[in-house]
């Protein structure tokens, strides 16, 4: 008999994994325990164990192909003890079900249904089949054997656990047994529609409820409320219509927040020598007409952070991580009916007095609504300040497709400690918020780091 060997789950919330690595080859025995590949999740890589006795009868899935997703048959074993699920040596004990596979499945059901003879004496359950009954519970005298001279063979046994028609894991049927529970009334999230631990532990929580009739119809969403019905009378108020803007901007924010896992770091830098610098380049920038504000320095800063840190300038798409070749930095700029992303291209290789020109440009093109669609759309990060209001500090909802969003507060003169001394400064508060697919806690860290240094020591940002 040859049953599939099929992708394991990991980790409860795991969909797909990468096998690494076989140790194994057509035509291998092996037995319970053998380390048969490693499978690689997004968080480690795991050791996977054969849970019978077999030959490797073919490899369905080659080493290093990624994306395999669970419950995929990925090898062949034959053998009277092949099993149809496998499991990593770290997994819960609820894993070890080897009927999770259909095909076993309607083989012993087909198996209980032959005709059977008496057990012969000399001839005893294999250990597996012995597993299997003392997992479920089972009493082998009690299963009619169909194997040569009545032996009970493992289809026998696993007819025998799933002779109540509800696939469960041996240590799912002891706990629904102890708990009370119906497992006809637990649905299964395992391979296969198995019910496994962690489906019981849903049902103890989950309130009763009445079956649906199959037929019934998905309920119709329920509206929002109106003003009215939140006690705002009637005439009490203006309504100014929702125009393209204003609902592309809610739409977009609302994916954002909702659909983006992120997370927000924030420092405090002091900004004294960013001054005293900005000071500076304006009084060489004067004769041409060109000044350089604190946001200016602030976009080259990022620019080249990003460039100092390549993987924060990072965007998720479904086929992978896009890792940006240059700094494409977007700057918030407030309109009539909304917010626009102007965005200053390839910043790491512009001069401030270029970055400065282009800024002004877009920022007045943007209050004009005259921008192109191709200033505005994509880019690789952003920042939004709002120090010019006095907000001291605030958060930003990431704007896709860019992996993260600086948010900069008012710089103020605040009370620093520099060794053992009070001293005054002049500080200003920083926020990035990251996208948790691209950019985790150290990398936007670093980021910050690096963009701390530069403007503290603005000389860095020409490195």
């Not at 900005?278 to 004769?287: G, H, P, Q, S, V």
């Not at 002004?360 to 669609?373: G, I, N, Q, T, V």
Request: hydrophobic residues 45%; proline residues 7%.
């Amino acid at each position: 008999m040859s049953q599939d060997i099929l992708m394991p789950a990991l980790s409860p919330t795991m969909e797909e994994g990468a096998l690494a690595r076989w140790h194994v080859k057509p035509g291998d025995a092996v037995k319970a325990g053998d380390i048969i590949a490693d499978i690689e999740t997004d968080k480690a890589t795991m050791e996977v164990e054969a849970v019978d006795e077999g030959v490797i009868e073919a490899l369905l899935v080659e080493a290093g192909k990624q994306g395999v997703r669970v419950g995929v048959p990925i090898a062949r074993l034959s053998g009277e003890g092949a099993a149809s699920f496998q499991t990593p040596t770290s997994a819960a004990p609820q894993d070890e079900d080897v009927s999770a596979h259909p095909e076993v499945v309607r083989h012993a059901e087909e198996s209980a249904a032959a005709p059977v003879s008496k057990h012969a004496e000399g001839q005893p359950p294999s250990p597996s089949v012995r597993r299997i009954a003392a997992e479920a519970h089972l009493d082998l005298a009690s299963i009619k054997g169909t194997g040569r001279e009545g032996r009970v063979t493992k289809a026998d046994a696993l007819a025998a656990v799933h002779s109540d028609r509800v696939f469960a894991s041996p240590i799912a049927r002891r706990l629904a047994r102890e708990q009370n529970l119906d497992l006809t009334s637990v649905t299964g999230s395992g391979p296969a529609g198995r019910i496994i631990e962690r489906d019981l532990a849903v049902a103890r929580v989950a309130p009763a409820a009445a079956p649906a009739s199959p037929k019934a119809a998905a309920p119709e969403p329920h509206p929002a409320p109106t003003l009215e019905q939140m006690g705002i009378p009637p005439g009490s108020y203006d309504l100014i219509p929702l125009d393209g803007m204003r609902r592309t901007v809610a739409r977009r924010l609302t994916e954002a927040a909702r659909d983006i896992p992120h997370f927000p770091l924030t420092v405090d830098i002091e900004i004294d020598a960013l001054l005293e610098s900005r000071t500076a380049i304006n009084a060489l920038l004067e004769k041409e007409g060109v000044k350089v504000s604190v946001n200016d320095m602030l976009i080259k800063a990022c620019a080249m952070a990003l460039k100092h840190e390549p993987a924060a300038n990072a965007s998720f798409t479904p086929e992978g991580i896009a890792l940006h070749h240059n700094a494409d930095v977007a700057m918030a700029v407030a309109i009539n009916g909304g917010l626009i992303t102007p965005i200053i291209f390839k910043a790491e290789t512009k001069t401030l007095a270029q970055i400065a020109t282009e800024a002004k440009d877009l920022a007045a093109r943007a209050r004009e609504r005259k921008l192109k669609p191709q200033e505005y759309l994509g880019g690789t990060f952003s920042i939004s300040n709002l120090g010019m209001f006095g907000i001291r500090q605030f958060s930003s909802i990431i704007n896709p497709p860019q992996g993260c969003i600086l948010s900069v507060g008012v710089g103020e003169k605040r009370p620093v400690v520099r060794g053992d001394q009070l001293a005054i400064a002049t500080v200003m508060t920083v926020t990035l918020t990251c996208d948790h697919r691209v950019v985790d806690g150290a990398i936007g860290a670093r980021w910050l780091q690096a963009f701390r240094t530069m403007i503290e020591k603005p000389s860095t940002m020409l490195a």
